[in-house]
């Protein structure tokens, strides 16, 4: 008797799923189907699990293919079980493929396609219903989104825009998307959410349209390069109850989250100085996004990571704020600092795209620091030092994959559950950031 066996979390059980089991099952006799538990999903970085492991478990049960379930607990279990069943076959959705090449040693691995749409009739079906999201943009950050996209539970992308329909057509026929659009209107009726990594210019071209249109809006940073571009994307939003959020990862990751409460929580006594660095070279290639004539620069790249440790630890009433670049011919900033004063503060946060620093975040206090090594933007461990180094703390907190499922999965929540929204980044942190982003670009340009 040939016998299969497949994993899965199988969350809001949907038609993927169903479809998935059956095509599993196909394959032999008998389906041994691993399921698995809350604890081990967030240690493999699964994010926004919604239904119990009894009721998952039920769910695949009630779907008739499996003939044995196993509950899965941790890494390294599928060869345990594999060897313990003598199972011939391990199969899994192709969202996987290669992922799981290395169980070829002990069963034959098998990739079986994935269900690209999701029915709507099975949707009303399940509590929460699964939001359908389409990608504006298909360039590197995009297909970054798309790899984390597998680990956040209750979404899937199913539309993928871009102007030319051939890189639109790439992208989804090598991520299995269901539909490829150069019409953005038509692609705005195929979704119920928008996740924007097109180029700076463009977003609040997108981000408008889209909220309009009734579509909650995730968009990558900076979110705009106007102050009042943001303001009435907020009013938008708002007026339509819709979800607006602006994608700088770092403002989502458990590790920063967890430093700003050690921050504010007074180890620190009065936060006096905050300084944040990011550079990351790149060379001046022709057609470079990064040194685009009118948005490219080290500010706008990598400005929305910098201010941001700022603006939440002090806020967005600055007294004063001051900026001093290199320029390079086409009077693009390849280096770049902004100094902030604030009435009991102040700042300073170091960009560069051709000038290489050391990418640290310190926060200075009267009673101590934290200091945030290279790359803080991640924050996977921050030190608090105090003036006797031996009451020295360290602490550290999970970073998984490229950190953009966090964003992802705050997003999908408050699309859910609208009574119980919560912006990690808020509307006045994204409308001071595009302030910002309007004054730098303004004094560069020399006006
Ligand atoms: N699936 C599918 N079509 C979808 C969604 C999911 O065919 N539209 C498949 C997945 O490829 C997987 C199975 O359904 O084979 C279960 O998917 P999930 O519940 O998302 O679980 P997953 O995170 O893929 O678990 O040990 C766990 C496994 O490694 C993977």
């Given amino acids: 008797m040939k016998k299969v066996i497949t994993y899965g979390t199988f969350d809001l059980f949907h038609d993927g799923h169903r479809k998935l089991l059956a095509r599993a099952k196909e394959l032999g006799e008998y389906l041994i189907v691993g399921v698995t538990t809350e604890q081990y999903d967030i240690q493999r970085g699964k994010m926004n699990v919604v239904d119990s492991l009894m009721r998952r478990v039920d769910n695949v049960r009630s779907s008739g293919y499996a003939d044995e379930i196993v509950i899965e607990e941790h890494e390294g279990q599928k060869i345990e079980d594999i060897q313990k069943f003598g199972a011939d076959i391990f199969a899994i959705g192709t969202d996987w493929r290669g992922k799981f090449d290395y169980l070829k040693e002990y069963c034959e691995v ?8 999701i029915s709507s009739s099975d949707l009303r079906e399940v509590r929460y219903g699964v939001v359908r999201l389409g990608i504006v943009g298909t360039g590197r950050i995009a297909r970054r989104t798309m790899d984390e996209t597998k680990f956040v539970s209750g979404m899937i992308v199913s539309a993928v825009y871009n102007p030319h329909i051939e890189s639109a057509r790439r992208f989804s026929e090598a ?8 019409d953005y209107d038509a692609f705005l009726k195929s979704v119920e959410a928008v996740y924007i990594a097109s180029p700076h210019d463009t977003h609040y071209d997108y981000a408008r349209r889209a909220l309009i249109s009734g579509k909650h809006v995730l968009c990558e940073k900076p979110m705009v390069l106007r102050q009042n571009e943001a303001r009435e994307l907020f009013e938008l939003a708002g007026a339509s109850d819709l979800v607006l959020m602006e994608a700088i990862k770092t403002a989502y990751a458990p590790g920063f989250l967890n430093l700003l409460a050690i921050a504010k929580g007074g180890r620190l006594g009065k936060i006096r100085d905050v300084e944040a660095a990011f550079t990351k070279l790149v060379p001046a290639r022709p057609g470079a996004r990064e040194y685009d004539a009118k948005v490219g620069g080290s500010f706008t ?17 600055y007294r004063d704020i001051r900026f001093e670049c290199f320029k390079d011919e086409n009077g693009i900033d390849t280096y770049a600092k902004v100094y902030l004063h604030y009435d009991e503060g102040i700042a300073c946060a170091k960009t560069g795209i051709g000038v290489k620093s050391e990418g640290q975040l310190l926060i ?11 790359p803080w933007w991640l924050t996977k461990t921050f030190e608090v030092c105090y003036e006797k180094p031996d009451l020295n703390e360290h602490f550290s907190a999970p970073f998984a994959g490229y950190g953009l499922r966090y964003e992802m999965a705050d997003f999908v929540r408050n699309i859910r559950e609208p009574s119980m929204r919560n912006y990690k980044l808020s509307r006045e942190d994204s409308i001071a950031l595009a302030g910002v982003m309007e004054r730098f670009l303004r004094e560069r340009a020399g006006r």
């Fill in 110 to 117: 098998v990739y079986l396609e994935r269900t690209k749409n």
């Fill in 175 to 182: 991520r299995e998307i269901e539909l490829a659009f150069d």
């Fill in 301 to 317: 790249e990598l400005a929305s990571y910098t201010l941001l440790p700022i603006i939440k630890l002090f806020g967005a009433q």
């Fill in 364 to 374: 200075s206090g009267t009673g101590g620091y934290i200091l945030v090594k290279s």
